[in-house]
T-cell receptor, first 110, second 113 residues
Framework: GQQLNQSPQSMFIQEGEDVSMNCTSS?????WLWYKQDPGEGPVLLIA?????ELTSNGRLTAQFGITRKDSFLNISVSIPSDVGIYFC??????????FGAGTRLTVKP | DTAVSQTPKYLVTQMGNDKSIKCEQN?????MYWYKQDSKKFLKIMFS???????INETVPNRFSPKSPDKAHLNLHINSLELGDSAVYFC????????????FGNGTRLTVT
């Protein structure tokens, strides 16, 4: 089952606003990943983080690998309508097992 | 140029039937996976195959059986379908070594009536 706590569960924001979501775990992970799922499609990788403290950007998206290796956050700046979707965090441990958060459902109002 | 493709996209069937879902990847990955996504969007791993060897089976009923004819394919066969099997099933693949992200297919929505 789920071992990651992802929050918030859902967000309703206005176009142009910034968004922040995070994941925490009781376990240490070697890799943190952030995915986005659009309706009717599979999750698509947004950002992969491989080192504690790492801060990585992908366009308007920024994600960080927590220094304790037990958490990660994803920020989206200046949101646009196509940012709508479900965002999943995923942690990969030293056994290469991957666990997913429950997802953050993002709604962007024009 | 689809990296991970699965068929069919939609599958509607009656209880008790047997069905298969096919998956193919052209990424050269050596590990393939099946995930189940329920109505609450939880993603739960079912199986993974590495070099034709099953390495994960997360308490999945034995009515579900993965079959991998080669490294590029991992099919999912389901016997005696039940109502609770209704979900979206995702195939995924990766290089299988540490720190290798998963690449997902677009899912198969299974509805059991």
């Amino acid at each position: 089952g789920q071992q990651l706590n992802q929050s918030p569960q859902s967000m309703f924001i206005q176009e142009g606003e910034d968004v922040s979501m995070n994941c925490t775990s009781s376990s240490i992970f070697n890799t943190w990943l952030w995915y986005k799922q659009d309706p009717g499609e599979g999750p698509v990788l947004l950002i992969a983080l491989y080192k504690a403290g790492e801060l990585t950007s992908n366009g308007r998206l920024t994600a960080q690998f927590g220094i304790t290796r037990k958490d990660s956050f994803l920020n989206i700046s200046v949101s646009i309508p196509s940012d709508v979707g479900i965002y999943f965090c995923a942690g990969q441990d030293y056994n290469n097992d991957m666990r997913f958060g429950a997802g953050t459902r993002l709604t962007v109002k024009p | 140029d689809t990296a991970v493709s699965q068929t069919p996209k939609y599958l509607v069937t009656q209880m008790g039937n047997d069905k298969s879902i096919k998956c193919e990847q052209n990424l050269g990955h050596d590990t393939m996976y099946w995930y189940k996504q329920d109505s609450k969007k939880f993603l739960k791993i079912m199986f993974s195959y590495n070099n034709k060897e099953l390495i994960i089976n997360e308490t999945v009923p034995n009515r579900f059986s993965p079959k991998s004819p080669d490294k590029a394919h991992l099919n999912l066969h389901i016997n005696s379908l039940e109502l609770g099997d209704s979900a979206v099933y995702f195939c995924a693949s990766s290089h299988g070594h540490k720190n290798s992200p998963l690449h997902f297919g677009n899912g198969t929505r299974l509805t059991v009536t």
